[in-house]
Nanobody, 115 residues
């Protein structure tokens, strides 16, 4: 079963950038991959997704600022975050949908944006 490890979170000032990485233990070539985020007390929300075929979607809140990409050769998915805002502060989780049914989650990485 695939395991996911996120990295790249941290503390950044408003307007700054971070690049999150999600490294998978096995091939992700055939999996749809997603980034979610969660703030304490709130539901986890979808930030961006990229299908196995490269189709991309974004939440309205991050359109034009965030970019999702995948490197199947490296079994890694990225989330480039530019123009960060304090409201982007959250724990960011990588998600893989395996076989169209099974959801695999990483442990999360904290992103904190100061004003």
């Amino acid at each position: 079963q695939v395991q996911l490890v996120e990295s790249g979170g941290g503390l950044v000032q408003a307007g700054g950038s971070l690049r999150l990485s999600c490294a998978a233990s096995t091939t992700i070539r055939n999996n749809h991959m997603y980034w979610y985020r969660q703030v304490p007390g709130k539901q986890r929300e979808l930030v961006a997704g990229i299908s196995s075929g490269g189709r991309i979607s974004y939440a309205d809140a991050v359109k034009g600022r965030f970019t999702i990409s995948r490197d199947n050769a490296e079994n890694t998915v990225y989330l480039q975050m530019n123009g960060l805002k304090p409201e982007d502060t959250a724990v960011y989780y990588c998600n893989a949908v395996v076989g169209g049914l099974l959801n695999i989650w990483g442990q999360g990485t904290q992103v904190t944006v100061s004003s």
